[in-house]
Every structure is written in C-alpha cells, then in structure tokens.
C-alpha cells in the first residue's frame, strides 16, 4: 500500500461536471502516467478519460478503481477545496482517501490543547467533516474529563488486544466521533513495538473512514509523545503568551526528531517533504489577536536564527491563529458538560475556534510544490517503525 496526496494544480486542468459525470477523478502524475480513480461502474468513459487526460497532461491514464460513494464524497470535499491523501493498492488496483491526522501537542501542560482539540473537532465536524478526536493523552484521558463521557472500553483494552480499535469509537452530540483514553497506569512510554505496529495498521484502516482525525497528546515531549506526534501528517503545537520558550522547545525537540527519521534516507531519495518540517502554531489565552500574531513572528524569527541557518533540514512554521482568552466563560461552559461552539457559537471564543479551522482547511487550497512539502504521517511512521 502507497499514498498519493491528490495533486491540486492537476485537478483544476480538469473540468468539474466531467469529473462528476465520468465519475473519475486525476490523483497525481507519477512515473510518466496519469493516476485515476474511477467507479467499476465508469468503464464506458475509459475512452472519453484517456483522451481528456492525454490532452490535459500529455500522459497515458491509469485506471484504479474506487467506490463509488466515496468518489462522489471527494468530490464535494475538493470543491470545498480539501486534497486528500489517496491509499494505494496495486495489488487489488484500488484507491481509498485516508482523512489527513493531525497532532496537537505542547511542552508544557495546561496550555489549552484539549479545549482545542475538542472545538476544533466540532468545528471540522459543523463544516460537514467527518471528524475523529483520538484521546492519545494516555493515563490522563483528557477529553472524557473534560466532556464527562467515560466509555466502558477505552484504549486500554485496544493495546490489551481484547479489542479492535473500530470498536472503541463512541458517536457524540458534539458531531464528531470520538476514541477514548484511559486513566490509570497506561503510558504512550510503556508501549511495545509490537503495539506501535498494530496501532500503525489500525489507524491507517480508520483513516479510510474519516475526513479528519485529531490526536490529542499529553504535555511534555518526550520521545513517545513525539513519535505519535510525527505520525500525523501535521502536528500543531499550542503555546500561550507565558509559554513562548516552550512553544520553540516542542518545535525544536519535535524537528530534532523529524532530521533523525528523514537522515537515514539517502539525500538523493528525499523528496522536498523530508527537508522541511512544517508546525502550525496556535496562540492561546491571548489579549487580543495581534499579541498572537507578534508572538508567532518572533517565534519565527527565533527558529529562522537559531535553527533554519545552520541546518540542511529546516523548520518552516506555519501561523494557524490565536484564541482570546477567556477563562471565565469556558470554565462555566465546560462545567456544565457543554463546549464553546454549540452553546456559544457567536462569542469570540468560537470565532476564533472557527477560524482556526477554516485556515488549516484553506491550507490545502495551494499549489502543488507547497502542498508537497507536508510530508505524510504514516509514510513517517513506516520509516519510524522500520517497517519496510
Ligand atoms: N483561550 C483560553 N482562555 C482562557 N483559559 C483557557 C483557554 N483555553 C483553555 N483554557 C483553560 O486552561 C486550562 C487548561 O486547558 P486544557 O485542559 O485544554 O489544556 P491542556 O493543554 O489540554 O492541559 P494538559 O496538559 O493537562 O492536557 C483549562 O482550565 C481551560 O479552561
Ligand atoms: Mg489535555
């Protein structure tokens, strides 16, 4: 199984009533061969697509067949302009999109990264998304704290093998659905190889089946955190105004880690994603949003200083926003087993919340070269893992 990400600038050659119509869609140029997706029931166009294709990019199509549902899906996703990550099997000569994952992570605790991940998932959610929030804040199991929903089965029993992790997902009012953690002894530290591995396969299935996935992690970087951390395709580090040094400590530790995975590959084999490690940030509890934009500039210019000059890979953080503060209403919020996007959907906590979404969203409408650079998490994770 490989990953194409869906190639932007190559689907714009196309119109879209022919993508509907023909029920295909162009996922990439690769090796001198234009890669399709196509409905078992579009043989008919074959012809029609092959000569469109020649025309448009001056290759030969290759045909691979996916659901039809999941065709149309994309479809409207890409007009929302979201590109997906397509799995690849040359063996059954299928594609499935895989949702992208994202990892949010702090060094130090309490900065807000739970609150995030859970409005963030209803945000994505509320846009029509399907969205997961994967509480990977093992021993703490920070989002049923937070919305009071403590599931019989959590991902304990997962890495206890006694269940699959399909089996753990619990539907919530929020609109997102949701695996949870456990509290108690378990620790992202204590896993086994073993466990990595069947986690990696595990997520790679449950990918197929969702739009987005959000990993919530523990604070601290250590090593483990940062492993799951880098099997998303993008992390977001959150940082707040008093926490700044530890802000550039995660992004720091995180890249120390991404150079380590990406140097065992042959500098001639790397691909542009692998040179360049690319961490949005959020500003949280800030007093108003330009203190959140300063701040990410100066984080930017530390890292450009400190980092960027001295080293062949390089970090290239991206701004995904900043969240006012406002302590006194998300307590009060919270408390009462609600969250700021429902109950408050016109305060400027959600505002920002929104925005935040709608900008990591807006990111995957660039051009190829750009897009290029996000590496993928669990192209990552095979290289982490050693698994081929
Ligand atoms: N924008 C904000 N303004 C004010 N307070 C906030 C804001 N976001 C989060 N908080 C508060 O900060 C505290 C910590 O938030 P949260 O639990 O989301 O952080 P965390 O980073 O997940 O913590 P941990 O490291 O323990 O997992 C909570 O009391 C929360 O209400
Ligand atoms: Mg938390």
């Not at 689907?11 to 022919?18: D, E, Q």
């Not at 500098?267 to 108003?288: A, M, T």
Request: aromatic fraction near 10%.
């Amino acid at each position: 199984m490989r990953e194409l990400i869906i190639d932007s600038g190559l689907v714009k050659k196309f119109n879209p009533i022919h993508l509907k119509h023909h029920e295909f869609l162009p996922i990439a140029v690769e090796n001198d061969k234009l890669i399709t997706a196509h409905a078992p029931g579009a043989q008919q166009h074959h012809k029609f697509i092959r000569n469109v294709g020649q025309l448009a990019t001056g290759y030969e199509t290759s045909f691979y067949s996916i659901q039809p549902e999941l065709l149309q899906h994309e479809l409207k996703l890409i007009k929302q302009g979201i590109y997906h990550r397509m799995l690849i099997s040359e063996k059954q000569n299928q594609v499935a999109p895989r949702g992208n994952i994202l990892s949010v992570i702090s060094n130090k605790g309490g900065v807000g990264k739970t609150t995030i991940s859970i409005e963030l998932a209803h945000q994505f959610a509320r846009m029509g998304l399907k969205t997961l929030l994967f509480d990977l804040d093992l021993g703490n199991a920070d989002v049923s704290n937070k919305l009071k929903i403590f599931p019989e089965l959590t991902l304990y029993n997962f890495f206890n093998k006694e269940v699959e992790l399909d089996e753990l997902v619990v539907k919530t009012a929020f609109g997102f659905d949701f695996i949870p953690g456990e509290c108690g002894e378990f620790k992202l530290a204590n896993m086994t190889w073993a466990q990595k591995q069947r986690f990696f396969r595990h997520i790679q299935a449950i990918s197929t089946k969702y739009d987005l996935i959000l990993f919530d992690l523990g604070a601290g970087i250590t090593r483990h955190v940062i492993d799951f951390a880098l099997m998303a395709d993008d992390s977001i580090i959150v940082t707040t105004p008093n926490d700044i040094i530890s802000g550039y400590a995660a992004a720091k530790a995180t890249y120390g880690r991404f150079v380590e995975i990406n140097s065992k590959i042959e500098s001639s084999d790397r691909e542009l994603g692998e040179y360049v490690y690319s961490p949005w940030f959020i500003l949280n509890q800030v007093q108003n949003m330009r203190q959140g934009k300063n701040l990410y500039h100066s984080l930017k210019r530390t890292i450009d200083n400190h980092i960027n000059e001295n080293s062949i890979f390089k970090i290239f953080p991206e701004y995904l926003g900043s969240v006012i503060s406002d302590r006194d209403r998300l307590v009060d919020t919270y408390s009462k087993r609600e969250i700021i996007g429902l109950k408050h959907p016109k305060s400027n906590l959600a505002i920002d919340y929104r925005q935040l979404a709608v900008n990591y969203l807006g990111s995957s409408l660039v051009e190829a070269p750009v897009q290029q650079q996000r590496g993928s998490g669990l192209q990552r994770f095979v290289k982490m893992l050693g698994l081929k």
